[in-house]
């Protein structure tokens, strides 16, 4: 047992001492160069399988614990006092950053919709896999249905849906009325969840009209009560509306945010303005849910913004069979509103090859909003190191052997 103890302590401190390279021709002293493989970063969300469940905010045994709570107060018949926005008010110092989180939408639209002519964007046709920058990685991750033996990618040009995925949400007239059925799954405007969440906290556009409350309501035993008229004779809900139809509006909202480009033709002055935006919108967005509840499939990733999910039997998910097709709902992430999808992050001082499946375990990873501005010169935010991995240096080939 002692000589096998002492060849480990001697291995280990092999590791942990540098090696002295005396070089045969001078008297330079060279240290040898360590590359590390041990990752400390815990902010890269496992990939769950088709069976797990999204983690919940909240932990289940807390949300049975404030269920029986409200079950105990439903029981006594008295008045349950609600703040805003539960008992149908906005939320006043939330409406101007609102409209920041609407303008930065806009203007991170009109950033990525630029430099997409400007930068390569790579997705697998296959497993949706998505790469910026050219040329597109040999990292053999393609494990689904139909993709070859040698697991490669098949990869075909991106666009802007690929680094920024649209999420839709029904647009909800009253935030604290009854539900979407199933029923009027057609009826219903289903618009990007980052415009309903601004909506419904006090931003105002004609095109979707929202019920803007003067009295609060009141909670009894359980029960709301709403002694507002439903339509005031002040309020003309046919004004400043479109009658063209749906298609049109969305139609129109989409020329509307790609309307607002940069002027200027300098890339990197576009990638900053862009950065900034992504991280004003992604900054307000999780202000916003704070106070304004969203809701997410635990399955899916369908998102409904309001104090409760709708009843649309569309989820096909994991034993969606036992659901009939309900949605098993639960409290959001800004991630759930605003899904970032992870890229191999390129360094700079890397050349311009093709990352290579023998040394995928030295590769950083980003957001590909924001791989695609720092490709184009913008500064990366500091809560992006520990993904990045800047500290690791990646080795050539020959070299790998010798990692520890």
Known sequence: MLPR?????????????PVHVVQLRGKNTVFCLWYSTVSTCNELPRKLNKSERKPPVTSFNELKREARQKKKERQKVHEIILQPPENGLLVEHLIPIAHEVYAARRELLSSVSRLVNYSAIYTCSLCGEVHVGHPPHKIRTCDVRGSPSSKEHSWVKGGVEHVLPLVESFHLYDRIGRAVSHNEMLEVDRIPAIVELCIQAGFDMPEYPTRRRSFPVYCVAGRIIDFEKRFPKEISLGKDIDVRGFWYKKKRLDEDTNSMAVQSDNIQAISVQGMKAWEKMHAGASELMEKYAVQTCGYCPEVQVGPKGHRVRNCQ????????????????????????VYVYHIQDQQPRKPLV????????????????FAQAGAPVEKNYACMMREDVVIPEMDEEKWVV
């Open 5 to 17: 103890h002492v060849q480990t302590i001697g291995n280990l401190l092999e590791r942990v001492i």
């Open 317 to 340: 998910a994991f034993k969606h069979q036992m659901r009939d097709g309900q949605h098993a709902w639960q409290e959001a992430t800004i991630n759930d509103l605003a899904p970032p």
């Open 357 to 372: 499946n023998e040394l995928k375990r030295y590769y950083g990873m980003l957001p590909a909003v924001v791989e695609l």
